[in-house]
Nanobody, 115 residues
Framework: QVQLVESGGGLVQPGRSLTLSCAASGFTFRRYPMSWYRQAPGEERESVATISDDSRTIYADSVKGRFNISRDNAKNTVYLQMNNLQPEDTAVYYC?????????WGRGTQVTVSS
């Protein structure tokens, strides 16, 4: 029922930008906080950014000032604008919602930052 579909990942050079999208369905999107997580090889999954139902935002220190999370409730979509990307940002990026007591995840989209 709950479905989260990420898109927009790819290979980019350091210093460039990418915007990820997450299309959500199966729940009342506008009522729920949405998050982006990422997981690099050999590392634990970490929260990158969260946006509340009323569009308050929280960012990990590692991306603060470079990334921006936003949402379009009319389109049931959450975005992650990533600027000045660095190799350390290389990871699979996942969309997340905590719904009915459980974390729900998309399949993820790969972001690779390399020259």
């Amino acid at each position: 029922q709950v479905q989260l579909v990420e898109s927009g990942g790819g290979l980019v050079q350091p210093g460039r930008s990418l915007t990820l999208s997450c299309a959500a369905s199966g729940f009342t999107f506008r009522r729920y906080p949405m998050s982006w997580y990422r997981q690099a090889p050999g590392e634990e999954r970490e929260s990158v950014a969260t946006i509340s139902d009323d569009s308050r935002t929280i960012y990990a220190d590692s991306v603060k000032g470079r990334f921006n999370i936003s949402r379009d409730n009319a389109k049931n979509t959450v975005y992650l604008q990533m600027n000045n990307l660095q190799p350390e940002d290389t990871a699979v990026y996942y969309c997340n919602v905590h719904y009915f007591g459980r974390d729900r995840w998309g399949r993820g989209t790969q972001v690779t930052v390399s020259s």
